[in-house]
């Protein structure tokens, strides 16, 4: 097998593509998480591959780099978007992906849009381990929570720069109120069009950004009533916009940055 792939990033969320269309099943989890490695591999906060797909332009499967296994990606979404996009000459596309079929939109200069569908507000959904009020979990800090495909836990801080996201991160990713484990965004209000995101992610630590976590933040902060419902989140590595109406689904844009594109060695295939 020849395994070939793109590099690309989403305000430094990035992401590797592989295409597999044409070609009999997605990757095994042991070579993901040698993919994965950013040492040993080529490193990524997610891998998306590409397969073949009877009523969109692709089907999509996402992996961490730990080797699990994710339902939603808006950054390697748009990024799939993109080069597709490009090698259609065209302006929009449908995508699938576990969460359904993703429509997704050219936009000015390097930016895509996708939307990602309903945020599920439903504690069996995100999935908690019982029922719950999912806009004020009972933990320390009172957080939110919804599933954009994935699970999200939001806090609302004062000051940003006084969480240890490193530390308090991982301990709340791995609470039995969720079983499936959880994304946990940190949050500073800057105005009602504007906040500050840090992100722990689950499976993979700290990103300096994430679509899906952009998305479940800005839910969290309308469901509260802190937020109007066109929202630019600043991440580490730049920002994104979000908009939700309250009702239906989560357009995410952005810019998508090809980096390169490459081979994997022969070796890391055995």
């Avoid at 592989?18 to 040698?34: I, K, Y």
């Avoid at 991982?170 to 969720?178: K, M, R, T, W, Y």
């Avoid at 730049?238 to 090809?258: F, K, M, N, R, S």
Wanted: charged share 20%.
């Amino acid at each position: 097998m020849v395994l070939h792939f793109q590099k690309m990033h989403a305000h430094g969320d990035d992401f590797v593509i592989v295409d597999r269309r044409g070609e009999t099943g997605p990757l095994a989890s042991e070579l993901v998480r040698r993919l994965g490695d950013r040492n040993r591999g080529i490193g990524f906060n997610q891998l998306a591959v590409m397969l073949d797909c009877d009523d969109a332009a692709a089907r999509l499967v996402f992996w961490n780099p730990d080797g699990t296994a994710l339902d939603a990606c808006g950054s390697a979404t748009r990024g799939v978007a993109d080069m597709l996009m490009n090698e259609a000459g065209i302006s929009s596309i449908v995508l699938r992906t576990n969460r359904g079929l993703l429509t997704c939109r050219r936009g000015a200069g390097r930016a895509v849009s996708v939307d990602m569908g309903k945020p599920l507000l439903d504690w069996r959904d995100i999935p908690l381990a019982r029922e719950l009020d999912t806009n004020m979990l009972p933990l320390a800090g009172g957080p939110t929570a919804c599933s954009m495909g994935n699970p999200h836990c939001t806090f609302f801080v004062d000051d940003l720069a006084a969480i240890d996201v490193a530390a308090v991160g991982p301990a709340i990713e791995a609470d039995p109120l969720f079983p499936r484990r959880t994304n946990v965004h940190f949050v500073q209000v800057i105005d009602r069009g504007h906040i500050r995101l840090r992100i722990w992610e689950r499976g993979g630590g700290i990103p300096l950004g994430s679509g899906s976590c952009s998305c479940g933040a800005v839910v969290g902060g309308i469901r509260r009533g802190l937020l109007d419902h066109a929202v630019e989140v600043e991440c580490d590595g730049g920002t994104v916009e979000v908009h939700w109406d309250g009702i239906g689904g989560v357009v995410l844009t952005g810019a998508v940055e090809p980096v390169y594109s490459g081979t994997v060695a022969a070796h890391m295939l055995d």
